[in-house]
């Protein structure tokens, strides 16, 4: 019982004083801290963030986020669907106009997305995260006015398509049945 209580207090010792008990000579320790990023060390983790940054993080990991991300994907997807062949000018320059709102609102919100995120290396945990900084990129470029005249250009708008894939998981029941659906062995 002895040993127990001198290895105990040599112990609290070292830990309050981050030192040996036999020693003067402080030496470096560093702690490992369980985070909302995952196992850090003390002297990793950021605390300060700027006032913006924080709000930032609090719109982006709001509940409603991602539903309005979705709904703007809807929107984006009910705008591609007014282009036909056949229309006059004018209603081609205001679904080409539509389109650049959208793919500008996309870029805005991947750019908040990667500040929303504590750490750089927590966004890209996520392939989803991946997936839309590549479409917002994209897409971006097509926007790019000799791009768009082109003759293939009409097949890049596969990029702009590709963004109905939010709206999959953003239904519940949808995802549900996703879930069950992929997880179920036949």
């Known amino acids: 019982m002895a040993p127990a209580g001198i290895t105990y207090s040599f112990g609290a010792v070292r830990a309050e004083k981050r030192h040996s008990a036999f020693s003067s000579k402080p030496r470096k320790v560093r702690i490992l801290l369980d985070t909302d990023e995952g196992w850090q060390f003390d002297d990793q983790v950021h605390t300060y963030l700027s006032p913006i940054r924080q709000r930032i993080v609090q719109i982006v990991n709001h509940p409603w986020f991602p539903g309005f991300g979705a709904f703007m994907v809807f929107l984006n997807m009910v705008a591609m669907c007014f282009r036909r062949f056949d229309s006059p000018p004018q209603e081609i320059q205001r679904i080409n106009d539509a389109e650049t709102a959208f793919t500008a609102f996309f870029f805005v919100e991947i750019c908040f997305r990667i500040i929303g995120h504590r750490t ?56 549900d049945l996703m879930v069950v659906s992929t997880f179920s062995i036949s």
């Open 120 to 175: 750089w290396k927590l966004f890209w945990k996520r392939k989803c995260n991946k997936f839309d900084l590549f479409l917002a990129l994209t897409t971006v470029i097509i926007q790019i006015p000799a791009i768009q005249q082109w003759e293939w250009f009409r097949y890049l708008t596969i990029f702009q398509v590709l963004r109905s894939y939010r709206l999959i998981p953003a239904i519940p029941g949808v995802r």
